[in-house]
Each structure stands twice: as C-alpha cells, then as structure tokens.
Nanobody, 124 residues
Framework: QVEPVESGGGLVQAGGSLQLSCPDS????????MGWFRQSPGRAREFVAT????????YYADSVKGRFAISRDNAKKAVYLQMNSLKPEDTAVHYC?????????????????WGQGTQVTVSS
C-alpha cells in the first residue's frame, strides 16, 4: 500500500510561497490519483487540489485556483503542491491522500490512504 508522508510546511508571511511535498514511503503511486486537503482549527477538513494518476487531469478548490499548483513525479513517487500568494486563511494542517484507480476526485471519502499532515501557517 502507499504511505504518504507530507513535508515542506512552515511559517511564511502573507504573499509568500511554500512547496509541499508528498513522497511515498511505500509502493509506487503511479496507479493512484493524489489529492491535497487541509483542516484549520474548528473547521472540517476541506479539499484543496487533486491530480489524476498520469497528471493529465487536475481540479482545484475555488479558494486556491490561480494561486496553487499540484504536480506529480511518478518516477520519484511524489506529488507536490506549489502554493503562491499565500493568505492568512490558508493557515491549516495540509494532508496528502491517495486514491487507487487513478481518477482525480474532490471527494474526501474516496481517498483510501492519508498522511499525518504538515502545518502551514501564514502570518499577516
């Protein structure tokens, strides 16, 4: 099974950038769609971005469209989330998730494997 492990979180000022990485410590992710979700205190976990197994299809939450970019490198067994023009409201624990079968989806309940999350904090 895949074992997502997130990295790259941290503290950044508003307007800054971060790149989250999600290398997989288990088997190849090439048969999996990958997604990023986030959860801030007192709120439910929400969809951020997803990418199909070959990378040909991507979807984004309206709140991050035009600022975030999801990509993947199946040879390196990794998926990335480039976050630009960060806002304080992007502050959250960001999670990487994998869904067997390859089709990108925004639905949280369709992802089978989850990482432990990485904290992103954006100061104003």
């Amino acid at each position: 099974q895949v074992e997502p492990v997130e990295s790259g979180g941290g503290l950044v000022q508003a307007g800054g950038s971060l790149q989250l990485s999600c290398p997989d410590s288990g088997r190849s992710i090439s048969s999996y769609a990958m997604g990023w979700f986030r959860q801030s205190p007192g709120r439910a976990r929400e969809f951020v971005a997803t990418i199909s197994w070959r990378g040909g299809t991507t979807y984004y939450a309206d709140s991050v469209k035009g600022r975030f970019a999801i990509s993947r490198d199946n040879a390196k067994k990794a998926v990335y989330l480039q976050m630009n023009s960060l806002k304080p409201e992007d502050t959250a624990v960001h999670y990487c998730a994998a869904r067997y079968g390859g089709q990108a989806t925004t639905r949280e309940d369709e992802y089978e494997y989850w990482g432990q999350g990485t904290q992103v904090t954006v100061s104003s």
